[in-house]
């Protein structure tokens, strides 16, 4: 019998002092993750499906599902897009689960990874620190990138579902739908509405956003267009007034963009992915702004490029990658830009590679005369402009990575 129910905040709550007093846990803590980008989609993915799954599974256990955002705690402020997402949802970033609270990975007291099990959700192998300790420990996961083979193919009572979306978000509404609904109906009073309404908020935010209001016909899903349908019905019934999904939208876009104030190097590392493949190591920033702006954060260009160098060599990469995305105050409609960087001799033949293999399909064309490209010193740097603009770094990460295997 699922534990009863309760609102967002006292669950999330609930969850954080579940782990701070993980020392006393006779049975296994089951942590709900998303990527280590912690974008809205994987931060929001984590909430929504870690609360509907404590309050709905059918489990005779009582698992009480802890989301944990794949970041420290200070870095939630590099993310203003949560703001209006969690304003709405009545929570706060210091409500959230994250990295921090979790026992130091490199002290002898962190976790044993046989008192935990990891359900991933907008990813489906576990990366990084946490990876190189718990990835045997995966027991189910939901996602909308490519296959990685990682997750075991039966996990019994968990999800797991590796399928194309807008959003993993909406993979989530269409998983944990018939539950919700089901727990909805034991309870028609107004309380269960409001917490309804903050749940459907949470999870209708990285929809919006991903497939920028469903007029993204490229990222645009039925389980994305579903799932707006699905939770603007609780929003509705919830707040008890009309809802207008495209301001939502507008809010958070806006708040997304919110970024002048922060350094290059937080606006490398607010949105970055890191992957190992042949023994090359690839980091890929995704920036909301264009290579203009990036640039001006520095008073030279080689201002910029030390910084780059030092960011890569804090991360031991062999490629650096920034790609980035505008649309404000550009006439010329919605942009994206891929800057590349290869720091070491694999990282240069590996982006020889791509740039033969992948400038066609991606519509590469050389961005402002050439003017941050170089192959001096046994390094290899290039900047494009990137025409087909539908392609993210959902599908230009597999392209680099591709390059990297022999």
């Known amino acids: 019998m699922p534990l009863p129910r309760v609102s967002l905040r006292s669950f999330l709550s609930s969850a954080k002092s579940a782990l701070h007093n993980a020392s006393q846990q006779t049975s296994p803590l089951t942590f709900v993750i998303g990527n280590e980008a912690a974008d809205l989609d994987s931060l929001c993915s984590a909430v ?52 921090s609270d979790l026992p130091n990975l490199s002290h002898p007291s962190r976790l044993p990874p046989e008192k935990t099990k990891w359900i991933l959700v907008d990813h489906n192998a576990l990366l990084g620190e946490l990876g190189k300790i718990y990835s045997g420990r995966v027991m189910g996961c939901i996602d909308h990138h490519d296959e990685e083979g990682k997750v075991p193919k039966d996990c019994g009572d968990e999800p797991r579902i590796v399928r194309k979306s807008g ?12 539950a919700w609904d089901t727990v909805s109906a034991k309870s028609n009073d107004s309380e269960t509405a409001k917490w309804n309404a903050e749940l459907a908020r949470v999870a209708l ?16 899903t039925p389980a994305d267009v579903e799932a707006v349908k699905y939770l603007e019905k609780w929003i509705t019934a919830g707040e008890g007034e009309g809802f207008d999904a495209k301001s939502y939208y507008k809010e958070i876009w806006t708040a997304e963009r919110d970024v002048e104030g922060l350094s290059l190097t937080d606006l490398l590392r607010k949105d970055y992915k890191q992957w190992s493949e042949g023994g090359v190591s690839l980091g890929v920033s ?45 006439e010329n409609g919605f942009q994206r830009e891929l ?24 519509g590469l064309e050389i961005w402002k005369e050439g003017s941050l490209d170089s192959e001096d010193g046994g390094l290899w740097r290039k900047c494009w402009q990137q025409k087909k603009i539908e392609n993210s770094r959902k599908q230009v990460a597999p392209m680099l990575r591709s390059s990297m295997t022999n």
Not at 85 to 95: G, Q, T, W, Y
Not at 300 to 325: A, H, P, V, W
Request: hydrophobic share 35%; with cysteine; proline share 5%.
């Open 48 to 99: 929504v499906l870690a609360y509907l799954r404590t309050y709905t599974s059918t489990s005779p256990a009582n698992t009480l599902y802890i989301p944990l955002s794949s970041i420290p705690h200070t870095d939630l402020s590099l993310r203003p897009e949560l703001l209006p997402v969690l304003s709405r949802a009545n929570l706060k970033p210091s409500d959230l689960i994250t990295l």
């Open 167 to 178: 959003s993993c978000a909406s993979l989530v509404v269409e998983y944990c739908r018939e």
């Open 205 to 220: 935010g990285p929809v919006l956003i991903d497939t920028s209001n469903l007029e993204n016909e490229a990222k645009t």
């Open 286 to 330: 995704s920036v909301v702004k264009d290579m203009d702006f990036l640039l001006s954060k520095r008073e030279t260009r080689e201002e910029f490029f030390d910084t780059l160098k030092r960011f890569s060599q804090e991360r031991d990469l062999s490629i650096c990658s920034i790609m980035t995305r505008s649309s404000a105050n550009n």
């Open 339 to 362: 800057f590349v960087w290869g720091l070491n001799d694999k990282g240069v033949q590996a982006l020889k590679k791509f740039e033969a293999e992948s400038s066609n399909s991606l």
